[in-house]
């Protein structure tokens, strides 16, 4: 890291810092060091080895504690104002460090003259749990994992992690509203149906239905009004987009306020002969292809979707269905992790918890209201 590129002496491998204070000696402020050389891998951890470390230090010329310091400025968070966030209010990049408030690095805006903390417009703000926890949660709730699962596993409590999980959700359809899921090239679109789900709350009185146990299966057979129909899209070797409407099979002008402005003009629609599709082609300038008129399965079939539709049945299968009013939020979810959530993973972390002129502080009230499937 510092030193010789070719060949590194001494490589700084973790710097943590030494309580919150501001740095007063700047060495000191360094709880622990592993020194990695060549020969040995040597860890400061207390004053005797700090005296141990000082030591060492003096004797390296001072190009080398020069770029020491620099490096653990860098992983102290105190380097230069380079790596300020931009403020979040102005965008302007003339940021200061103003001390800390409720233990997080308070900035301050030269261009504006507000005051931002390193959690401001995320989905962070005003909340407990520190940035790891956030991730975590993230990532598990990428990966389809249970929320009692991340609750138990992060020793936070189901509540805690309830609200945790569906501002996430919340920030993951913000990002689709802003970048707007486009299926162009060729597209295959179709419905799944989920059976629904009044779980986390009682059954209502003017429900269709008594009530169901888990793992249950519909009382009557077919699609009845037990389903929620789950519209889907996917362009092939592209995005995919998933939301619902209503229980039945949709209308055209379902399906109208669900595609449109997400599947480009010219781009060959590919569905299984339900007319309402037909409308499409004069909502989004498309065209629909009848798969099942059409001789070639080769080219002409709904593999593609179908494949999307078992990934959200499993998923659906493994939480135990979920709450038919959160549904639209689970959507956005299998729509973002149906293809590479892995790799997706870090940008999404970067989007919904860093500092940005977006505001992404949902309420516990949003959680409760927004975006709420109302069938
Ligand atoms: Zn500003």
């Given amino acids: 890291m510092f030193l010789k590129k070719e060949k590194p002496e001494f490589e700084m491998v973790l710097v943590r810092k030494w309580g919150d204070g501001k740095l007063k000696s700047r060495l000191w402020d360094i709880k622990f060091v592993t020194i990695k050389s060549s020969k040995r891998r040597m860890t400061f951890m207390d004053d005797d080895n700090r ?9 390296l010329p001072q190009e080398a504690v020069d770029a020491l310091y620099k490096a653990a400025a860098s992983l102290l968070g105190t380097a230069s104002n380079k790596d300020n966030p931009a403020c979040p209010y102005c965008g302007g990049h003339h940021v200061v460090k103003n001390g800390h408030k409720c233990g997080k690095q308070e900035y301050l805006c ?57 501002k996430i959700l919340l ?3 913000g990002l689709l509203e802003e970048t707007g899921v486009c299926l162009g090239g060729v597209s295959e679109l179709d419905e799944t149906f989920v059976l629904d789900s009044y779980k986390g709350g009682s059954l209502p009185e ?24 789950i519209c889907t899209g996917v362009e092939r070797k592209g995005d995919a987009i998933a939301g619902s409407i209503n229980r039945a099979k949709p209308s055209s002008r379902e399906l109208g306020k669900m595609f449109k402005g ?6 060959l629609v590919l569905c299984d002969g339900l007319k309402s599709y037909l409308a499409l082609e004069k909502d989004t300038g498309c065209s629909v292809k009848d798969v099942t008129k ?46 590479q959530a892995r790799e997706k993973a870090g940008q999404l972390c970067n989007q919904l918890l ?4 977006i505001n ?16």
């Avoid at 005296?51 to 004797?59: F, G």
């Avoid at 989905?123 to 598990?140: G, N, T, Y």
């Fill in 294 to 339: 059409e001789r070639s399965g080769k080219f002409f079939n709904l593999n593609t979707v179908n494949n999307f539709h078992s990934f959200i049945k499993s998923r659906y299968k493994f939480y135990r269905g979920v709450a038919t009013k959160y549904l639209n939020r689970y959507n956005d979810l299998f729509s973002i992790a149906y293809r």
């Fill in 262 to 267: 997400h599947i480009k003009e010219g781009t």
């Fill in 51 to 59: 005296i141990k470390l000082a030591d060492l230090i003096s004797k």
């Fill in 206 to 229: 003017d429900a269709a239905r008594p009530a169901r146990r888990h793992g249950a299966k519909a009382q009557k057979r077919g699609i009845s009004d037990e389903y929620v129909c």
């Fill in 171 to 173: 920030g993951l359809h």
């Fill in 354 to 357: 860093e500092v940005s002129s």
């Fill in 110 to 166: 030269r261009q504006c003259g507000k005051t931002f903390v390193s959690t401001t417009h995320t989905l962070m703000a005003h909340s407990h749990q520190p940035k790891q926890v956030w991730e975590a949660v993230l990532m598990d709730t990428l990966a389809g994992d249970a929320i009692d699962y991340s609750a138990k596993q992060l020793e936070v409590s189901h509540d805690c992690v309830f609200y945790m999980r569906h």
């Fill in 360 to 375: 992404r502080n949902y309420t516990n009230r949003d959680v409760k209201m927004r975006g709420l499937l109302d069938i």
